[in-house]
């Protein structure tokens, strides 16, 4: 059903075409135009509500426009082709408007189009045709501006017409697949179809491909058209606007078709500068600013820089040039190129220098042929005499004129208005204009939403706020502008807007004079993002703890942004004071790197160039150093409150996490971390360990810090060197030489009468160090020995300061450069190669201190054990030998094990076995604790036993009033903790040949008598011996070849029981429980001689001596009769009465009244 509108348009059609009679529009005649066409042109004009024809139509009114274009250019090809009526009704859209319209010709389609300015219009159905078809209606578009009367708006809508060509379709009023422009292709090539066989498909295309068509065909290069038409109509051409205009759009048509292959690109800010003048010149003009005089500027000003789509088959450049300079010349002589006005300057003025610019620059490029360079220079000249004659005036623009045309560009995103938006951020001078800049940030967010254009922003913002030019409000709305782009940004972008940051300012928006108020109200913002996150920690589920750390890191990357330095200072709190919060703290700034800082460290190929790779070394050195904010902020939590044990812990457990190297980026192949080891190192342990005077928890901290930081694996190229080496590595290593010298006297008192603070477990941990960075270090000097030649020799100089032990444990570092350095005493005991060792002339090692040197070289390291323990001088032929150096090792023992850390102490004691079982050491065991000899096989727990009487003497000569006043109560503590740890390697080499696996299946046999007198020795020998020859006797007597099936399974019974208790007796229990009773007796023993006999360690071994004693008795309950138990419970007892301690006493003997037999 057809509308209102429609019926409009075909009434004023026919009354134009009763106007013509006797003649009709399908025959009228260009000069009629004007007398009929007055009622189509109020018709269209009343539709479309466009009475000015300069004015913007609107969306409504220019689909109205192309729809009537449409139908008057079909109807007209309807009657050329004669389309069958049934058919247009089945398959043309356009059909009823199109058949209530009187017939046409070219003169009406042409006239419409003129008069309602729908160049633009006609030129987009023109590339909606192949190019052949755009030749032919070219040709009949220059037929009809041609013919008379030629007046000045019928070359206007030539140039127009070649023009909008030239620029292409407009891709923002394009349309999908049923836009009137594909709709008028479609019927457009079946109607052409009926006449040259045209193929439907061909007609959507904008343009054929010059190749496929002859090249001699004078109708398939549009530029020869256009250029020959304006050729022949130039004596039409009677205003200096139209000329500058035909000239402009030539010559750019010549420059985009012969000039250039590619679009040239400029800059946004190029582009701003000429879009500024455009503007500038129209306004003068008295044209009014709006997105559509900018959008028509862009288009001009991409058509005159992109190749054009037509490119030309017949025409060459010099034929085009010559067409054009030729025009000047007639133009010049006509006196129409004249200077132009300054005071009124002119669009096409402007255009025209830009297009004469731009034509001579690139002739100039150009590469041509001597030939053709003489014939250009004429023309050439000709066009720069052109410049010269019309003197165009320089056009200026200013900052707010340029401002309001960005900003428009941004707010209707026209083309290209991202770069605008990066521009408009960025230029200082824009946001001088306050309200219009703030303006455009606010309602236009998403446009700056790049992270590129916030960095600019955020440049422009600071300098604002350091003009202190705005108000409070001011502050806070575009502080909260900026902060809503960032939190829109992804989190790849949100890292490089905070490294951006970091680079301008480490207090973001607040490293300058800001208002007080602005200040309170970040802080506001600050600790309410950390409230959220500490009680929001815990999800209950993966996916809630997920969505918790994306919110988390959100609030934290926000505020951050806004103050780098308060946010990482508050993390840093959180991560220390709030109980648990380090983990969650870590895991945040591991997602957001940015927080870092700006570390530019590309993996590029080794140079051949050492003084390149070391140039570029100490580039990445710096650029480490440079981020310390972090740091920074942690060294003021340390350095301001006294922090509790548990906050110490949380406190290297984050850095521990911010250390591990992470993958930041999806996808990308190498894990960074967030804080690197060399940054922790530099400084949280060199600062601390090198100045003296700090505290023990400084120095314990440090040491636990290098110890995590060289335990955490760093992904480094193979090609670059260890990080340590950042860290002044032998420096680092002498300092650990010195604290691990000292703590070789920990338990010695200073004549001022103080004590080495450092306990036993920081000695642990600092030879752990000493090593693992000797280790490292050592491989760096084997990688290149001569660059640390001169290193290696200062630190080994350094070593004759401190104990002769200390260099044994940077063995790695020194290599085969040195020999190793001992005690002359050690040489007289063991048998080194001079080749590699030295001897030491020590006034504290003389006679007879040989064994003291040999056995602290056992505790070093379990290599120099080995060559110790091989190397020793002693000939086990002679008893006197043997018995010298057992007494000798007895005292050395004594001197040495005060001073043992763990890991030495444990050597030690291996060293001690492997002595004992070799019959090197002889401990003589003799029964002290027992009444009788009992009939045991203890040959297999001989070491054990050995052991524990030897570590009973040296506790016994330690406790003597010649040695007990060597040690502090600490000491002592750590003697007691030693032993301890002793004794539970005894016990558990003892319960090692104990079953107890096997007890239960052991003890659930009701058929294994034993008597509880009876030697198990001799009934695991004899009782299943006799239990076989009974069966055989028994067989043989009955004679029968055959046995039942119940006789054979009485046999496995019985051969299954004599085997249960062959295990049974073959099960070393009694044995056990004896070795473990002498055990209790020699711990509680020294525990009485230690001075205060309240040692909670032996304390604590002996309850275990007597659990393991109790779970023997009760999976092996022939193990102990009734009488024997109660006498190892009343002997226990009366050893337990000797103890100082009524607590300790009352705890030991609760436990021993359980001690009672179940064989009852």
């Known amino acids: 059903m057809m509308d209102k509108d429609s019926a409009v348009i075909q009434g004023a059609f026919l009354l134009a075409d009763k106007l013509c009679l006797p003649s009709s529009l399908s025959s009228i005649q260009k000069a009629d135009w004007s007398r009929?066409?007055?009622?189509?042109?109020?018709?269209?004009?009343?539709?479309c509500g466009q009475h000015d024809p300069g004015a913007h139509p609107t969306t409504a009114a220019d689909s109205w426009m192309k729809k009537v274009v449409c139908v008057v250019w079909l109807k007209l090809l309807c009657?050329?082709?004669?389309?069958?009526?049934?058919m247009g009704w089945r398959e043309n859209p356009f059909f009823p408007l199109q058949n209530g319209l009187p017939e046409v010709n070219h003169v009406v389609l042409l006239e419409v189009v003129k008069s309602m300015a729908a160049a633009q219009t006609f030129a987009?159905?023109?590339?909606?045709?192949?190019?052949?078809?755009?030749?032919?209606?070219?040709?009949?578009?220059?037929?009809?501006?041609?013919?008379?009367?030629?007046?000045?708006?019928d070359v206007r809508l030539f140039l127009e017409v070649w023009w909008e060509l030239w620029k292409g379709r407009d891709e923002?009023?394009?349309?999908?697949?049923?836009?009137?422009?594909?709709?008028?292709a479609t019927q457009f090539a079946r109607l052409s179809s009926k006449s040259s066989n045209l193929s439907p498909q061909a007609a959507k295309r904008l343009k054929l491909d010059p190749l496929n068509l002859p090249a001699s065909s004078p109708t398939t290069d549009i530029l020869h058209i256009l250029l020959h038409a304006l050729k022949d109509i130039k004596d039409h051409i009677s205003t200096t606007d139209l000329c500058l205009q035909a000239l402009s759009i030539s010559l750019d048509a010549l420059y985009t078709s012969f000039l250039i292959d590619q679009a040239v690109v400029l800059s946004p800010k190029e582009k701003m500068h000429i879009l500024s003048k455009v503007v500038s010149i129209r306004e003068k003009n008295e044209e009014k600013l709006s997105p559509e005089l900018i959008c028509e500027a862009q288009r001009d000003l991409l058509a005159s820089h992109a190749p054009s789509q037509f490119q030309p088959s017949r025409m060459a450049l010099r034929e085009a040039l010559k067409i054009i300079t030729e025009l000047v010349q007639f133009w010049k002589n006509s006196g129409l190129l004249k200077a132009c006005d300054s005071t009124s300057p002119s669009y096409s003025a402007f255009k025209l220098e830009q297009s004469v610019q731009r034509v001579l620059t690139a002739l100039q490029k150009a590469e041509v042929s001597v030939t053709e360079m003489a014939d250009q220079e004429a023309e050439k000249n000709i066009l720069r005499g052109l410049l010269e004659s019309l003197a165009f005036p320089a056009i200026e623009s200013t900052p707010e004129v340029t401002a309001r045309v960005t900003s428009i560009i941004i707010s209707h995103r026209l083309d290209d208005y991202q770069n605008f938006a990066a521009l408009f951020a960025g230029e200082k001078s824009w946001a001088a204009c306050d309200e219009l800049w703030m303006d455009c940030l606010e309602k236009n967010r998403v446009a700056f939403q790049q992270c590129d254009t916030l960095i600019k922003l955020t440049s422009t913002l600071m300098s604002k706020l350091h003009s202190q030019s705005m108000s409070v409000s001011q502050c806070r709305k575009l502080m909260k502008v900026t902060a809503d782009i960032f939190s829109a940004l992804s989190l790849e972008d949100k890292n490089k807007a905070l490294a951006a940051m970091l680079r301008l300012s480490s207090r973001g928006f607040f490293g300058c004079s800001v208002p007080s108020a602005v200040t309170g109200g970040f802080d506001q913002e600050l600790n309410m993002a950390f409230n959220c996150i500490i009680q929001g920690g815990g999800g209950a589920s993966a996916a809630a703890s997920q969505g918790n750390l994306n919110t988390a890191v959100s609030l934290v990357a926000r505020v951050a942004f806004q103050?780098?330095?308060a946010t990482l200072r508050s993390c840093c709190h959180s991560a220390v004071f709030n109980k648990g919060a380090f983990s969650l703290m870590a895991k945040i700034l591991q997602q957001l790197p940015g927080l870092r800082g700006q570390r530019e460290i590309k993996e590029e190929a080794q140079s051949d160039d050492e003084e390149e790779e070391e140039e570029s070394r100490d580039?990445?050195?710096?650029?480490?150093?440079?981020?310390?904010?972090?740091?920074?902020?942690?060294?003021?939590?340390?350095?301001?409150?006294?922090?509790?044990?548990?906050?110490?812990?949380?406190?290297?457990?984050?850095?521990?996490?911010?250390?591990m190297p992470v993958m930041t980026v999806e996808g990308e192949e190498r894990r960074q971390s967030f804080l690197p080891p060399q940054e922790v190192v530099n400084n949280f342990v060199l600062p601390n360990l090198s100045t003296v005077g700090h505290s023990s928890f400084d120095i314990e901290l440090s040491l636990q810090l290098l110890h995590t930081a060289l335990s955490v694996d760093v992904q480094e190229p193979d090609s670059c060197p260890h990080w340590v080496l950042d860290c002044s590595p032998f420096p680092l290593l002498y300092i650990l030489a010195q604290l691990h010298s000292q703590t070789l006297r920990c338990w010695e008192q200073t004549a001022e009468g103080t004590v080495y603070h450092l306990s036993m477990d920081t000695k642990e941990l600092l030879l752990s160090v000493l090593t693992t960075l000797g280790q490292v270090v050592g491989a760096e000097v084997a990688a290149a020995p001569s660059s640390w030649s001169r290193a290696l020799f200062w630190l080994y100089n350094k070593m004759e300061e401190l104990d002769w032990t200390v260099r044994f444990h940077l063995k790695p570092v020194w290599g085969d450069h040195f020999k190793n350095e001992v005690p002359s005493s050690l040489l007289t005991v063991c048998n080194l190669p001079e080749q590699e060792w030295s001897g030491l002339d020590l006034p504290q090692y003389g006679q007879g201190t040989g064994l003291l040197a040999w056995m602290e070289c056992c505790s070093i390291s379990d290599s120099l054990q080995s060559t110790m323990l091989s190397c020793l001088s002693l000939d086990q032929?002679?008893?006197?030998?043997?018995?010298?150096?057992?007494?000798?090792?007895?005292?050395?023992?004594?001197?040495?094990?005060?001073?043992?850390s763990v890991s030495q102490w444990t050597r030690l004691m291996r060293v001690l076995r492997e002595l004992i079982a070799s019959g090197r050491l002889h401990v003589p065991f003799s029964l002290e604790y027992v009444d009788y000899l009992p009939l045991l096989d203890l040959r297999r727990f001989s070491c054990d036993l050995r052991l524990s009487v030897l570590l009973l003497r040296v506790l016994q000569l330690l406790c003597g009033s010649s040695c007990s006043h060597w040690l502090s109560v600490d000491g002592w503590a750590h003697v007691g903790r030693l032993y301890a740890l002793a004794v539970r390697e005894m016990i558990n080499s003892v319960r090692a040949k104990l079953p107890l696996h096997s007890s239960g299946a052991l003890t659930a046999s009701p058929k294994t008598p034993a008597s509880k007198d009876s030697n198990p020795v001799c009934t695991s020998v004899a009782s299943p011996k006799m239990s076989k020859d009974s069966l055989e006797d028994r067989k043989l007597a009955e004679g029968s070849p055959l046995k039942s099936k119940d006789s054979h399974m009485e046999e496995e019974e019985e051969e299954a029981t004599a085997a249960a208790a062959a295990a049974v007796a073959a099960v070393p229990s009694q044995e056990v429980l004896f070795v473990l009773s002498q055990l209790f007796c020699h711990v509680q023993h020294i525990q009485v001689m230690m001075p205060g006999g309240q040692c909670e360690p032996l304390f604590l071994s002996s309850l275990e001596i007597l659990s393991h004693y109790e779970a023997i008795m009760a999976a092996f309950p022939d193990s102990s009769s009734v009488l024997e138990s109660d006498n190892t419970r009343h002997f226990f007892s009366t050893i337990t009465d000797n103890l100082e301690n009524q607590e300790m006493k009352a705890v030991l003997q609760q436990k021993i009244a359980q001690l009672v037999s179940s064989a009852a």
């Open 563 to 565: 103050n780098p330095e």
């Open 36 to 47: 009929v066409g007055h009622p189509v042109l109020e018709a269209i004009r009343e539709i």
């Open 877 to 900: 032929r002679r008893l006197d030998h043997v018995n010298m150096f057992s007494k000798g090792l007895l005292v050395a023992l004594t001197q040495t094990l005060p001073w043992c």
């Open 172 to 184: 923002q009023k394009a349309g999908g697949e049923d836009s009137i422009e594909t709709m008028f």
């Open 79 to 86: 009657r050329e082709t004669g389309d069958d009526v049934e």
């Open 619 to 659: 580039e990445e050195k710096d650029a480490l150093n440079g981020s310390g904010l972090l740091c920074r902020c942690l060294q003021e939590i340390i350095k301001t409150k006294s922090l509790s044990a548990n906050e110490k812990e949380q406190f290297l457990k984050c850095l521990g996490l911010l250390m």
């Open 124 to 153: 987009n159905f023109l590339l909606c045709l192949p190019q052949t078809q755009i030749c032919t209606q070219l040709e009949k578009l220059v037929q009809h501006v041609s013919s008379s009367p030629t007046r000045e708006e």
